[in-house]
């Protein structure tokens, strides 16, 4: 039988997927190496040619969500057709992770990976924060707002609003959490000085 060759990329991402399905069905001390590479239909070795341990899967697979979401906040802070209110909202609030990125977060919020999960959040957030201020600047600049600080102010959005509405730290009620959200529209506005059109 002929070896299949695959892009290191395609593979790599492969362990990764296989990987963190395990780990959210199984749980991660559950999970061997032994078992991914099963699952797969790969020799052992594969792994280790891209990952040194289990937990260099759990840290790639988080990067690899970061830069996804990251690609998003970038397209969306130079859309030109919304204001800056609706890149605010559509970047904290109404970001909808893809199937592989919820993998990771569902994993994340497993009360086993609390240590994890903050630095997941903390790493997150310190990334978004300059796009966010920027998004701010760009509404003071147009008019929208008229916030002193823009910078301070996007931090205080972006944190309070990731830690509000985490379904890893509070477990809101789809009923409550779509409350809490339709009110960070208006909590957006006040807090940056806006002028009221929204």
Same mark, same amino acid.
């Given at each position: 039988m002929?070896?299949?060759? !695959?892009?290191?990329? &395609? #593979?790599?991402?492969?362990?990764?997927? &296989? @990987?963190?399905?395990?780990?959210k069905v199984n749980g991660f001390e559950r999970t061997s190496v032994s078992d991914i590479v099963k699952k797969m239909g790969v020799a052992q070795g594969t792994f280790y040619y891209y990952f040194k341990s289990k937990e260099e899967v759990v840290n790639a697979a988080?990067? #690899?969500?970061?830069f996804s979401r990251l690609a998003d906040v970038q397209s969306t802070t130079?859309?030109?057709?919304?204001?800056a209110l609706e890149?605010?909202?559509?970047?904290?609030?109404?970001?909808?992770?893809?199937?592989?990125?919820?993998?990771?977060?569902?994993?994340?919020?497993? @009360?086993?990976?609390?240590?994890l999960h903050q630095k997941w959040k903390v790493a997150e957030l310190t990334a978004l924060i300059p796009y966010v201020a920027e998004?701010? #600047?760009?509404?003071?600049h147009a008019g929208e707002f008229t916030v002193k600080h823009p910078e301070e102010a996007a931090e205080f959005l972006l944190v309070g609003?990731?830690? =509000?509405?985490?379904?890893? &730290?509070? !477990? =809101?009620?789809?009923?409550?959490?779509t409350i809490k959200r339709a009110a960070v529209r208006s909590i957006f506005e006040r807090l940056l000085g806006g002028n009221g059109i929204y």
């Open positions: 002929p070896r299949i060759s !695959k892009d290191p990329e &395609v #593979r790599k991402n492969e362990i990764l997927d &296989v @990987a963190m399905e395990l780990f988080c990067e #690899r969500t970061l130079k859309n030109t057709s919304l204001t890149k605010l909202y559509k970047i904290i609030v109404d970001a909808i992770p893809t199937p592989q990125e919820q993998t990771v977060l569902d994993y994340l919020h497993d @009360a086993s990976n609390i240590t998004i701010v #600047r760009q509404g003071v609003t990731a830690f =509000w509405l985490d379904n890893g &730290v509070f !477990k =809101w009620s789809e009923e409550e959490l």
